[in-house]
């Protein structure tokens, strides 16, 4: 499947999502912003000054304090997932409302929110049953980088469309986001942290608890430990799974993972761990996240499982790119591999208030978890550094 097929899957969910063009006029005054611009794949950001129109009905505009680098904005910038550039990067953000749209409800101006970067429309079928983490009624925009009017926010210096990332685009000083977008949150809680909500926490977290469902004394296998990994980690321990053995190329990542709750480490760069797991859990782990989409990772996870094990993939493969898993004993041993996008979490503005409750009495070892801090002038080397596997736990961009 190619790039243009996906975003002809990604907009022909309702056929009704109206055609890119040149924006119309709108009230209010735009405002000058800095961003990251994904101008080409493969090539490093372009820091450029953006010309940010106000929000609409039902937007918000967030000021944002911080930003988590994701695995996921390497996967967009090196062009392995199937977003168009122009674009404004950045889905795991922190900061505080600038201003509403006419019809805001949901928060004020100088509340602290979270970017969340699935915007559920609360009507489509998916969203009727209470799966808003996998909406198909705003996927068409999603996929477009659009608001739910079809058109963008963002201009540059020419005055032509930029594209949004994930509702959220925070690779910018100022963004402006959909209502449902901005999660709000106890103003107690440091934004430095609260930006991790937004993608890793929530996803670890929720794998485990949620898709997974993982119960006392469950074993438990993690392929991958950047920051979703290491969530999964201690969501395995807190529900007192055991063993919980984590898994990563890196050796230097071994305290990090027992920090955060695994009983057993294994690096795979150096050996092949399915054996090893086979022997630590009698016979194959009950579950098994992989955490970093790389099929050969895959590959070790769906051999880690036991008997009517399940394989849970949390990391994003690149869209072209496949494996080839052995089926003959998917049956025999009633073995199951599921996704697992944004943890399974049916309402976002429910359960990121109550995963910052938890950090807050440090159930989660957030303060952990932030390992770095950077400013948007060091972007691409970030980037770079992150695709040569030299980054521990999470860093994130601090805005002036």
């Not at 304090?65 to 390497?74: E, F, K, P, S, V």
Request: proline share 5%; with cysteine; aromatic share 8%.
């Amino acid at each position: 499947m190619n790039k243009q097929h996906i975003f002809s899957a990604f907009s022909s969910t309702s056929g009704l999502y109206p055609k890119l063009g040149n924006d119309e006029s709108q009230g209010g005054t735009s405002m000058k912003i800095k961003a990251a611009v994904v101008r080409e794949t493969k090539k490093p950001y372009s820091i450029e000054e953006l010309e940010l129109e106000p929000p609409k009905e039902k937007e918000v505009l967030v000021k944002w304090a911080y930003t988590g680098y994701c695995c996921t904005d390497l996967h967009i910038l090196s062009g392995e997932l199937p977003f168009a550039p122009p674009l404004v990067g950045g889905h795991e953000a922190a900061g505080i409302v600038e201003d509403v749209g006419p019809g805001v409800t949901k928060v004020k101006k100088g509340d602290h929110v979270v970017g969340a970067w699935m915007a559920p429309c609360g009507e489509c079928p998916q969203c009727r049953r209470g799966w808003g983490h996998l909406c198909t009624g705003t996927a068409g925009y999603f996929g477009e980088g659009t608001m739910f009017d079809g058109t963008s926010r963002i201009k540059d210096k020419d005055g032509k469309m930029v594209r949004h990332s994930f509702f959220v685009s925070a690779f910018s000083t100022y963004s402006v986001v959909p209502e449902i977008s901005a999660i709000p949150i106890r103003k107690d809680f440091p934004l430095e942290y609260a930006c991790l909500m937004g993608c890793c926490i929530s996803t670890g977290w929720g794998a485990v608890t949620n898709t997974a469902q993982v119960l006392t004394g469950d074993s438990v296998a993690v392929f991958g430990l950047g920051g979703v990994g290491l969530m999964a980690l201690r969501a395995s321990r807190l529900r007192h799974a055991n063993p919980i053995i984590a898994i990563d190329k890196e050796e230097d990542k071994e305290d990090l993972a027992r920090e955060f709750g695994a009983t057993h480490f294994l690096c795979n760069s150096k050996e092949n761990p399915v054996q090893r797991i086979l022997e630590v859990t009698g016979g194959g782990a009950q579950f098994v996240f992989e955490a970093t989409g790389d099929p050969g990772a895959i590959m070790q996870a769906w051999w880690s499982l036991g008997i009517r094990g399940k394989l849970v993939v949390l990391g994003i493969t690149p869209f072209d790119r496949t494996t080839d898993l052995p089926l003959f004993l998917l049956p025999i041993h009633e073995k199951s591999v599921v996704g697992s996008l944004y943890g399974s979490m049916c309402a976002a503005d429910i359960d990121i208030p109550r995963l910052v409750d938890m950090a807050m009495l440090n159930d989660l070892k957030i303060d952990r978890l932030v390992t770095n801090k950077f400013s948007l002038k060091d972007i691409n080397e970030v980037a770079e550094k992150m695709n040569k596997r030299q980054i521990r736990g999470r860093w994130v961009l601090k805005w002036d």
